[in-house]
């Protein structure tokens, strides 16, 4: 994309405004070309805008951008965030008012040429006997701006406790990170890409581990798969896209649906077209 417009609606179901252009790529003063899936997140009286897109040496970096106005315009930082790589940025704030990014997607995403936080040009996608790439998690500043921490992998793992396969493509990470709690359990959930269904896994901690447990959203309509959960006024909410009204892949239409959380803590298995 080059530029991020700003829909809004009072409440689910109800009529959605178009605000417009928020922020572009030539209002960037480091970036290169190509923004990809953003997040924002509000703080202390300003919204902020996170946003993966290449530098000028075609390296995915995640930059932030901020408004007094969630319709924007915003303004973005003159540089990325040091130590960000990578798409997908997804921003969770804890019930203690933490901040913490979750972010990362292979192929495309530039996720498997990053180890240890080192980019390497060469980096691979793993084999399918191999252990799967992990996405990446960070705990934000207080200016909401920069890493507090280094940043560290964020582990899946499987009923007996072990790390998934890349072979296991239809539970490995992909893209598309997000983070929300229920009943003070951490929910990560995210796209498995080739094999196309959104699922989750289940921690105590921001952190991590987290153990798989399901599937959130069966595969839509185009190839890709991305979403959001989110609680609206004491119900939850799943917020996801598919190509239905255009029928091509990087055409895509914004969704809703009400998420369940079963009485044993699942989440009830969204079916797109039923």
């Given at each position: 994309?080059?530029?991020?417009?700003?829909?809004?609606?009072?409440?689910?179901?109800?009529?959605?405004?178009?605000?417009?252009?928020?922020?572009?790529?030539?209002?960037?003063?480091?970036?290169?070309?190509?923004?990809?899936?953003?997040?924002?997140?509000?703080?202390?009286?300003?919204?902020?805008?996170?946003?993966?897109?290449?530098?000028?040496?075609?390296?995915?970096?995640?930059?932030?951008?901020?408004?007094?106005?969630?319709?924007?315009?915003?303004?973005?930082?003159?540089?990325?965030i040091a130590y960000s790589y990578s798409i997908d940025p997804a921003v969770f704030q804890d019930d203690d008012g933490s901040f913490y990014m979750y972010f990362g997607g292979i192929w495309g995403?530039?996720?498997?040429?990053?180890?240890?936080?080192?980019?390497?040009?060469?980096?691979?996608?793993?084999?399918?006997?191999?252990?799967?790439?992990?996405?990446?998690?960070?705990?934000?500043?207080?200016?909401?701006?920069?890493?507090?921490?280094?940043?560290?992998?964020?582990?899946?793992?499987?009923?007996?406790?072990?790390?998934?396969?890349?072979?296991?493509?239809?539970?490995?990470?992909?893209?598309?990170?997000?983070?929300h709690k229920y009943n003070g359990k951490y929910y990560f959930s995210y796209s498995t890409?080739?094999?196309?269904?959104?699922c989750y896994a289940v921690g105590d901690t921001p952190y991590g581990p987290f153990t798989y447990k399901g599937k959130v959203l069966e595969p839509v309509e185009g190839w890709t798969n991305h979403h959001s959960i989110v609680n609206i006024r004491g119900k939850w909410y799943l917020f996801y896209h598919d190509t239905q009204l255009s029928g091509k892949t990087h055409l895509r239409n914004i969704k809703v649906t009400e998420l369940i959380h079963l009485p044993n803590g699942n989440i009830q298995t969204v079916q797109p077209y039923q």
């Open positions: 994309m080059r530029d991020y417009r700003i829909y809004s609606m009072d409440s689910i179901n109800g009529s959605v405004t178009d605000h417009g252009v928020a922020l572009e790529i030539k209002g960037i003063p480091w970036g290169g070309r190509q923004l990809w899936a953003p997040d924002a997140a509000f703080s202390k009286g300003t919204y902020y805008l996170y946003f993966p897109l290449k530098d000028k040496n075609d390296i995915f970096r995640i930059g932030v951008a901020t408004s007094t106005n969630p319709a924007g315009p915003f303004i973005a930082e003159k540089n990325p995403g530039q996720l498997q040429k990053w180890e240890n936080n080192v980019y390497d040009p060469s980096g691979l996608l793993r084999k399918k006997d191999q252990l799967a790439i992990l996405p990446r998690v960070a705990k934000l500043s207080s200016d909401m701006k920069q890493f507090a921490e280094t940043v560290r992998e964020v582990k899946i793992l499987d009923a007996a406790g072990n790390l998934l396969e890349e072979g296991n493509n239809q539970k490995r990470f992909f893209e598309a990170a997000w983070m890409g080739d094999s196309h269904l959104i």
